[in-house]
């Protein structure tokens, strides 16, 4: 719904640019009304626990366990991980460079530019992330560091995480919200909105905010009780 909003919004102005300069008569996707949604409804996710129990039950295959789990931990975009190359990765700093997306479209193959501006970004990942994707490269025959490390497609994602889903009898969600999985596993950690946002490659914070707000239900009693604390150290001391 919030994908449609945006869509409805750029077709509004450029048929407002039609009429102001191109002598269109009228703006026909306003004459049709707003579609979509300005918020997203609060987003499904796993948690940390409910990913593991995942993740051994599709860990027989190697490509599945690589990329889901480069998924759950770094917050990618699900064209953003089939994008990557070996020359994306940095094992000595232990980042990931994000720079392109992939797509198939009408059977083809497409690499192209990141969904916005702020989506090319550094992603720092931890160790034991590094050595899972060393692992899973070693593995390669007759791999080029400029080809693509995972020769599969959205599709192939799409069916390996309901072969999951029906295994564990997990809630169900989508690839994409593995993303959202990482955001909220972040929040709980206590990891700042700031650094959230920078790391899933979003374009404001606003954007953030709008999407993850919902998963700090308690963060008002947690205020009251840190000064609450902070008080009564005062008065003994």
Not at 69 to 89: K, P
Not at 168 to 184: P, Y
Request: with cysteine.
């Amino acid at each position: 719904p919030t994908y449609l909003k945006v869509i409805n919004n750029q077709l509004t102005a450029m048929f407002n640019y039609g009429m102001k300069f191109q002598g269109l008569p009228r703006n026909t996707a306003r004459d049709c009304g707003s579609i979509g949604k300005k918020k997203s409804d609060k987003v499904q996710f796993w948690t940390e626990n409910e990913f593991k129990f995942f993740i051994k039950n599709v860990e027989n295959k190697e490509i599945s366990k690589t990329l889901f789990n480069l998924l759950f931990y770094t917050g990618l975009r699900v064209g953003e991980a089939l994008a990557l190359t070996l020359e994306d990765f940095n094992f000595e700093e232990k980042t990931i460079s994000i720079t392109k997306s992939f797509t198939r479209h009408l059977g083809k193959d497409l690499i192209q530019k990141p969904k916005t501006p702020k989506s090319k970004r550094i992603v720092f990942i931890p160790s034991f992330l590094s050595e899972l994707v060393k692992e899973y490269i070693e593995k390669l025959y007759d791999y080029r560091p400029n080809e693509r490390l995972f020769l599969v497609t959205k599709h192939y994602l799409l069916h390996e995480i309901r072969r999951g889903i029906k295994e564990t009898q997990l809630k169900r969600i989508r690839t994409h919200d593995l993303r959202h999985s990482h955001a909220s596993y972040l929040i709980e950690l206590g990891i700042s909105i700031y650094v959230i946002s920078e790391r899933l490659g979003h374009e404001n914070i606003k954007t953030t905010l709008d999407t993850y707000s919902h998963l700090y239900p308690n963060k008002q009693e947690e205020v009251a009780d840190k000064l609450q604390e902070i008080f009564m150290k005062e008065k003994i001391g």
